[in-house]
């Protein structure tokens, strides 16, 4: 038994306890990765979240512009790897919002540091992207493969590419303060 690593961790979890803690209080759930990416969608792009975090196919409805009243299910990829988790059980919502961590292959993630951050943001029309990814004989469900000209076309940040979904200059600069090098501006 390493003694000195376990003092160090513990003294660590301390620390981390003490800032998930205060997330809490911010967003008014646990400070699970996915209850943090909902309430910065929500603020971000002006979604009314369920009351359950543990509602049955998708997270809120949008509030505002041209997607009012449309479901989503917010997903939170924290290694943005070109895979998305898919229940093929559930309907699909109307759509996915995929908040994504820094672009990686898929593979093992011993010896590798992730940090929680943003960099990408897709808006996948969830009937049309389920209906796709059966046409290509793929399964739908954990992990699933989803081709890189989908992520494409879902692009809303960094590129707004997605026509779905416009962010004004605020949103934008909200989104930027989660990624790579400016945390905490």
């Known amino acids: 038994m390493n003694a000195d690593a376990l003092r160090q961790l513990a003294g660590l979890v301390a620390k981390r306890n003490a800032v998930c803690s205060e997330i809490a209080r911010v967003i008014g759930r646990p400070a699970f990765d996915s209850h943090i990416a909902e309430f910065i969608a929500s603020e971000v792009f ?8 543990s509602n049955k196919g998708f997270d809120g409805r949008f509030c505002q512009g041209n997607l009012t009243g449309r479901t989503v299910n917010i997903k939170w990829r924290g290694k943005n790897d070109g895979t998305l988790n898919l229940s093929p059980a559930v309907p699909p919502p109307d759509f996915y919002l995929v908040l994504a961590g820094a672009t990686s ?9 992730r940090p929680w951050l943003i960099e990408a943001v897709y808006l996948f029309d969830a009937p049309v992207l389920v209906g796709a990814i059966r046409d290509r004989g793929t399964k739908v469900g954990t992990a699933c493969s989803v081709a890189s000209e989908f992520w494409h076309q879902a692009e809303v940040f960094p590129k707004n590419r997605n026509k779905d979904l416009r962010l004004d200059d605020v949103s934008r600069a909200a989104l930027s303060w989660f990624a790579l090098g400016k945390l905490g501006v």
Do not use: M
Not at 46 to 53: C, N, R
Not at 105 to 113: I, L, Q, T, V, Y
């Open 105 to 113: 292959a898929p593979g093992s993630s011993r010896g590798k540091d």
């Open 46 to 53: 002006g979604i009314e979240l369920q009351v359950s975090a």
